[in-house]
Every structure is written in C-alpha cells, then in structure tokens.
C-alpha cells in the first residue's frame, strides 16, 4: 500500500494546531477551576477565622501571646547561641529575664495602684468639691449631674475598710491569688516560650533544609528572618520608647508633687502600646489620679495635660526618627487591626493588635498576595508575577 511520504510531516502539523487549542483551553479552564476553589475556600477560613479564635480564646489568646513574646526574645536568645551558651540554657535565661522585668514592671506600678484603689471611696468627696464648679457651670444638663449624684452616692456606700484589697508584691503573689485557669494559661503560656526558644534554631534549620530546591529554602529563610527582625525590632524600639516616654512624665509628675509617679509614669508606658486610645485612657486615669490629689480644677488636670504634651512630642517627633520608614504602618491598617482583635480578644486583643499585623504583612509581602482581580477580570488566576528571592534577600 503506497504511501505519500511526502504530505505526511504536513498533514500531522495540520492536526497538532486543534489538539494545542484544545490543550491550552483544557489547561485555562482546570487552572481556573482550582483558582475559583482556593479563592472560595478561603473567603470562607476569613469569615470563620474570627468566631473560631473568639470563642477558643481560653486556648488561641495564650497561644498567641507566647508565640509573640517569642518571637521578640529571639535575638536575644541568638545572641546567647553565638556565645556558645546551649539553646536550653540559652532559653532558659531569656524566659527568667522576662519574668524579671515583668516582675519588677508589676512592683513598680500593680502595688501603688492598689492603694489607689482603695483610697478611692475616701476620696469621692474631695472628687465632688474639687468638680464643684464645673458642676454648677454645667447645671442644665441635670442627666449628667443625676448620674454623677448617682455614682457618688453608691461609691460612699462601698467598704472602706483599710487592707481589704489584697496587695500583690510580685508575679508569684498573683498567681498564688490567681483563679485555676489564669495559673494554668500562665504556666502554659511560660512553656510555650521556652520550647519555642529552646527548639528555635532546630526548627529552623528543619525547615530550610526540607525544601526541595535552592530557591525555596532562600524563600523560607527570608521569611522567617523577616518576620522576626521586623516584629522585634518594631516591638523592642516601641517599648524603648515607652519606658523612656514613662520615665518622662515621672519625673515630670514628681516635679509638680504628684504621688507615686513611677505608678503614672507605668500605666503611661503600657497604655501606649496602645495606638491612638491607650493615651486617651492614661489622660483619663491621669486626670482621676489629680482629682483625688489637688483640690482646684486646673491643678488637678495638669497630670492629664503633662502627659498629653509629651505624649504628643513622642508620636509626632520621637516615634518618626527612630522607626523611620522602613517600620512605618498604615493608620487605616493599625485602626482595622486595632479594632479586630480588640473585638476577638479583649484589651488583650489590643495590645497585640500592631505586633500582629507586622506578622501578617510581613508574611504576606513574603508569599506574594493572590491577584483577585486578575481572577476576575483579566487571566483567570489568582496567581501575580512573583519577584526574584534572591534579589528581594539581597535587599
């Protein structure tokens, strides 16, 4: 049977064109299938994120509050390994060196404070003189001065009996004093530090070296690294700076006579972890602090207002110069991320709201973010053009 030798090379280029057609188009609409799953998926792990870690917050909120201190003790403990300290011991004194200073923050502002607190029912009448004139000069809002008579008088009727409020003297006082499930939180909080520092550098030579190629193990170790040089140097600079801004406004406190400054000049330095309302609430506390103290109005805010301007100093002046714009967050971003975890986990919630919205976005700078409106619009897929690894590591 004869055949035409020479059409044949022809006749097959004719059939590949359809069969590459149909190929590609086969290819697109799997791609676009699996993008359209990923992308579905997870939308729904976002929705149901936040319920699940509110209502397990017994487990995730001490969860992630160790995982966070670790992180922030992590250079000082590579700091300890260079030295040729084992990683054991080299984790056990970064945990005992943060319960030092934890310890020694809770003697200088815990035990004032529950003195203040409990002078508090002594002081409402002076509170009220002191008030008198701007509630004569506020008359005419008689729901405000209900309230204010309303408050007053169920305070007066509060204990007053001297060493009712128990005074804690360190950690271990608080915890003997403490209900079940805050010792057991705490004591697995503590464990979880320790592990985590002691099996840091373990964990992350496993890790690179279990990658398949050269290039994801420069990908895993560019973001391991990110992620703990900039949530510490971010969190470490902030508490310089807070201890410092509190250190101020002690000694300012002490200079216009103000009792226990080094209280006040603590709860400065906590609250300001807090962006934008931990100050407000340090005026406030700060403006109560003076009411119970001075007995003029304008003598009694003067703490409040000591605060504010240095306050003010530090967050538009300080703050800049030493973070720079290498740690710089988005405003809109720090008020989502405030307000997020303030609603999943409380005050705790808030105190680590900017720690972990520098995980997120330095993870997700790292992995690249899914080009949702490619998907769709444009290609079909969730994937955008990724940058060179090493060029990125080099930078």
Same mark, same amino acid.
């Given at each position: ?33 699996? &993008?359209?799953?990923?992308? $579905? ?28 201190? &670790? ?26 060196? $943060? ?29 009220? #003189? ?24 169920? #305070? ?66 560019? @973001? ?12 470490? #600079? ?25 209280? /006040?000049?603590?709860? @400065? &330095? ?23 103290? $001075?007995?003029?109005?304008? /003598? ?16 538009? @002046? ?22 997020? /975890?303030? /609603? ?22 790292? &992995? ?6 490619? $998907? ?20």
């Amino acid at each position: 049977m004869p055949l035409d030798e020479q059409n044949l090379p022809a006749e097959q280029g004719a059939g590949d064109q359809p069969s590459a057609e149909r190929f590609d188009r086969s290819t697109w609409e799997r791609n676009r299938l699996v &993008a359209s799953i990923a992308l $579905f998926a997870g939308l729904g792990v976002l929705l149901a994120l936040p319920f699940v870690l509110r209502a397990g917050g017994a487990f995730f909120l001490p969860l992630t509050v160790a995982l966070v201190i &670790a992180i922030c003790l992590v250079p000082f403990l590579e700091w300890l390994e260079r030295r040729r300290i084992p990683s054991p011991l080299a984790a056990l004194i970064a945990l005992v060196s $943060f319960l030092f200073a934890v310890n020694a923050a809770l003697v200088l502002i815990v035990v004032p404070a529950v003195d203040w607190i409990a002078q508090l029912p002594e002081r409402i009448g002076q509170i009220k #003189t002191t008030l008198e004139p701007v509630i004569r000069l506020y008359t005419e809002a008689q729901g405000f001065i209900d309230g204010l008579l309303k408050l007053v008088t169920e #305070t007066r009727r509060a204990p007053t009996v001297p060493g009712e409020v128990p005074r804690p003297g360190s950690l271990l006082d608080m915890l003997t004093t403490a209900a079940p499930s805050v010792v057991i939180n705490v004591v697995f909080g503590l464990l979880v530090i320790f592990f985590f520092l002691s099996g840091w550098t373990r964990m992350r030579r496993r890790t690179i070296q279990g990658r398949g190629s050269f290039s994801g193990a420069l990908t895993i170790a560019r @973001v391991i690294q990110n992620v703990v040089d900039a949530t510490s140097r971010y969190v470490l #600079t902030i508490a310089l700076i807070n201890v410092l801004l509190g250190f101020t406004v002690a000694i300012a406190l002490s200079l216009f006579g103000m009792p226990t400054p080094f209280m /006040w000049g603590g709860f @400065v &330095a906590l609250l300001n972890f807090i962006p934008y309302f931990g100050p407000f609430v340090a005026a406030i506390l700060l403006a109560m602090g003076g009411l119970m103290t $001075f007995s003029t109005v304008g /003598w009694a805010l003067m703490p409040a207002v000591i605060m504010t301007g240095l306050h003010l100093i530090e967050a538009n @002046v300080v703050t800049p110069l030493v973070l720079g714009e290498r740690l710089k967050l988005s405003p809109l971003m720090i008020l989502v991320s405030l307000s997020f /975890w303030t /609603w999943v986990w409380g005050t705790a919630g808030a105190l680590l709201a900017v720690p972990l919205l520098i995980i997120i976005q330095t993870v997700l700078a790292a &992995a690249g973010k899914p080009d949702i409106a490619g $998907f769709l619009f444009e290609s079909g897929t969730l994937t955008s053009v990724p940058s060179d690894p090493q060029e990125e590591y080099r930078n």
